[in-house]
T-cell receptor, first 113, second 112 residues
Framework: EPEVTQTPSHQVTQMGQEVILRCVPISNHLYFYWYRQILGQKVEFLVSFYNNEISEKSEIFDDQFSVERPDGSNFTLKIRSTKLEDSAMYFC???????????FGPGTRLLVL | GNSVTQMEGPVTLSEEAFLTINCTYTATGYPSLFWYVQYPGEGLQLLLKATKADDKGSNKGFEATYRKETTSFHLEKGSVQVSDSAVYFCALTNQAGTALIFGKGTTLSVSS
């Protein structure tokens, strides 16, 4: 069964450093998403992406965040200058269209020291 | 905007007990409704979904019915197992369908 994959599974970084989280969506999906889950809290939407453009972004997704589809298979989330409060589990998801089921990857656990 | 309210946990049950986890929503239009499950140390897995009023989603013995009149999507299972221990998230699509909005999650712990 096709699945969303994410790398790395864990990332530790120093405050102020840049990190890139990588995702490979399901191959025939065209809609991509990032969510995050701070430890013990609910899953929060960050951004949705379609046709090489951001479709929607939340208040959390400020100028330090960016997304990119650098090639036909990868979808990345870049955090330019990490802060302590960026420590969270970051989930990538993909779907065949908006309103269709979103399938989630296993997540990347980011720890900012 | 759309929002979802989920019953607070944790919920602690004995094996074979009946499970209900309440979920109510506020929405403009006709969102799709979902239950996702997160097993310890893992990511989010779709458990079931419903896309229109009166639809019943079901999977692995779990069921939920999209009730427009009560704006609810309660999760039920007739007989829980230890392996059902996990965090359960109710979610709905936003008005544009471009994002999922999640509830706070309910932790279920089942003992033998």
């Amino acid at each position: 069964e096709p699945e969303v994959t994410q790398t790395p599974s864990h990332q530790v970084t120093q405050m102020g450093q840049e990190v890139i989280l990588r995702c490979v969506p399901i191959s025939n999906h065209l809609y991509f998403y990032w969510y995050r889950q701070i430890l013990g809290q609910k899953v929060e939407f960050l951004v949705s992406f379609y046709n090489n453009e951001i479709s929607e972004k939340s208040e959390i997704f400020d100028d330090q965040f960016s997304v990119e589809r650098p090639d036909g298979s990868n979808f990345t989330l870049k955090i330019r200058s990490t802060k302590l409060e960026d420590s969270a589990m970051y989930f990538c998801a993909s779907s065949g269209s908006f309103q269709e089921t979103q399938y989630f990857g296993p997540g990347t656990r980011l720890l900012v020291l | 905007g759309n929002s979802v309210t989920q019953m607070e946990g944790p919920v602690t049950l004995s094996e074979e007990a009946f499970l209900t986890i309440n979920c109510t929503y506020t929405a403009t239009g006709y969102p799709s409704l979902f239950w996702y499950v997160q097993y310890p140390g893992e990511g989010l897995q779709l458990l079931l979904k419903a896309t229109k009023a009166d639809d019943k989603g079901s999977n692995k013995g779990f069921e939920a019915t999209y009730r427009k009149e009560t704006t609810s999507f309660h999760l039920e299972k007739g007989s829980v197992q230890v392996s059902d221990s996990a965090v359960y998230f109710c979610a709905l699509t936003n008005q544009a369908g471009t994002a999922l909005i999640f509830g706070k999650g309910t932790t279920l712990s089942v003992s033998s």
